[in-house]
């Protein structure tokens, strides 16, 4: 079993920058692929970007691609979401994701534990 606590949110002006941070308990945490996801108000949930247990593959949406980076640190448990050059479009509550074996990134499905989320607000 993965544990997923989400941190980092906050309230930001345009342009700014935000880092999120995921940590995860448990000694197979390595193992996971890892996902972030993010749900306005009113909206399903959403793919936002995803990294590889080995942290040599990632990906983005394409709303995100060029302002956001997926990293991970395995031997702290930790996974981060560096957010550049936010946008309105970009408030959400955001969160963690862990699947063992993720096929299809952008699917909501593929992941087994879920963080209780991070809110984000780009606002002036």
């Known amino acids: 079993q993965v544990q997923l606590v989400e941190s980092g949110g906050g309230l930001v002006q345009p342009g700014g920058s935000l880092r999120l941070s995921c940590l995860g308990s448990?000694?197979?945490?390595?193992?996971?692929?890892m996902g972030w996801f993010r749900q306005a108000p009113g909206k399903e949930r959403e793919f936002v970007a995803a990294?590889?247990?080995?942290?040599?593959?990632?990906y983005y949406a394409d709303s995100v691609k060029g302002r956001f980076t997926i990293s991970r640190d395995n031997a702290k448990n930790t996974v981060y979401l560096q957010m550049n050059s936010l946008k309105p479009e970009d408030t959400a509550v955001y969160y963690c994701?862990?699947?063992?074996?993720?096929?299809?990134?952008?699917?909501?499905?593929?992941?087994?534990?879920w963080g209780q989320g991070t809110q984000v607000t780009v606002s002036s």
């Open positions: 994701a862990a699947g063992l074996r993720v096929y299809s990134v952008s699917s909501p499905g593929e992941y087994n534990y």
């Open positions: 990294i590889r247990w080995s942290g040599g593959s990632t």
């Open positions: 448990g000694r197979t945490f390595s193992n996971y692929g």
